[in-house]
Each structure stands twice: as C-alpha cells, then as structure tokens.
C-alpha cells in the first residue's frame, strides 16, 4: 500500500480515537508504533501501551521513544507479547486498537483472540482494521495473492462484516463498520474498519 494510502488511513484512525474521548489506549501488535507516535501528540490521550512479539520493533521503538520529552515517554509504557496470551496488564484500557494487524494471526487463533481481546481484555472500545480483499485489484495485487507475505487471510467486506457481528453479539458490543482510507463506489476503502463498543453493564462507567 502506498505511503499516501498508510497517511489517509492513519490519519481516519486517529481523528475516530480522538472523537472516542478515549485517555488510555493500548496498542496491540504496534510494531514500530506509528500510532503510538500519532497519539503522542495529543495530551487528552493520559496512558499509551504498545505491545508486539517482535522483540526487534518493540527495541527500534523505545529507541525511538528516548528522543522524546520525559514527559511524553513516561505515558508510554512497552512489552514484547502475544495479544494471544493472558495478561493482566492490558485490563483497564479505554481503548484496544488493533491496526492491519489480525490479518497476521492463523485463523484458528481467532477463538482465542476474542476470547482474550472480548472477555478478558474487555475495553469500553475496540478497534479493528484489516485489508478490503475487493480492493487488491486496484492495488495491482494479482489475484488469489495476499498484500504482504506473511498475511494468513484477508476479508471482503462481507466477511469481515460476519465476523465483526458475531463477536460483537456474543461479548456485549454494539459494532459500526465503515471503510477505512477512502472508498471505491463499488468496491469500498483500501482496508475496512470495525468500532466496538460495549452495551453490557460494565459500559456504566
């Protein structure tokens, strides 16, 4: 995906965490933590987590973080982890946010993703993004190919839309999907975008 498609997405990103009015977000497999970067700027986001199972970009991150002012690397705080795994330190988030990144688990750890990110997790938001299959033609992706070699699916629309749904209904979560770096009349954005948000009792905050 080109460099002005991975901005306009971003940019889409924040602008509906910032609309949450979310003050703790955690980043689940953030990579080099670009939007951990992104919400460093605004002051209304109190408490930022990171966590990725690649040692190599949770390092290139805290190296990156050490430029920054005291101030804005003591809300950060990073760990090397699988967002598999149970662990009490992601609890108590406003927000779990998981970018371009559940396309890279196997889809029979799927289960076990929503159990830990639904149930144990249980953030008043969630946020997932994920390739739009549709849209790979017009990315020059040729056809019955991912968009990157170590995807292990990628969702149309529709299929997204089921899983989203499911979960949604099964965990307390009313869930708004919508496309996600602009979007084709016919075909729908680049990648799609599932909003969370949770209707069960623990939502009466």
């Given at each position: ?190 990648s799609q975008m599932a909003l969370f948000a949770r209707i069960s009792p623990l939502d009466q905050e």
């Amino acid at each position: 995906m080109s460099t002005e498609l991975h901005l306009a997405r971003l940019d889409q990103l924040v602008a509906d965490i910032l609309a949450l009015g979310a003050r703790s977000v955690l980043d689940m497999g953030c990579g080099d933590g670009v939007l951990i970067l992104e919400l460093l700027k605004y002051p209304v986001i109190e408490k930022l987590a990171g966590m990725d199972v690649g040692e190599e970009a949770i390092r290139r991150l805290r190296q990156t973080l050490s430029a920054l002012p005291q101030k804005d690397r003591d809300r950060v705080t990073l760990a090397k982890g699988s967002m598999l795994d149970a662990d009490q330190r992601w609890q108590g988030f406003d927000l779990a946010v998981m970018l371009e990144t559940i396309e890279h688990l196997d889809p029979a750890d799927l289960s076990r993703l929503e159990r830990r990110l639904f149930h144990d997790f249980a953030p008043r938001w969630i946020i997932i993004t994920t390739p739009n299959s549709e849209f790979n033609d017009l990315l020059g992706v040729p056809p019955h190919r991912f968009r990157h070699p170590d995807h292990r699916f990628e969702w149309d629309r529709a299929r997204f839309a089921a899983w989203a749904r499911g979960v949604a209904k099964r965990h307390g979560y009313a869930v708004d999907l919508k496309p996600l770096g602009g979007a084709h009349p016919l075909l729908g954005g680049p990648s799609q975008m599932a909003l969370f948000a949770r209707i069960s009792p623990l939502d009466q905050e």
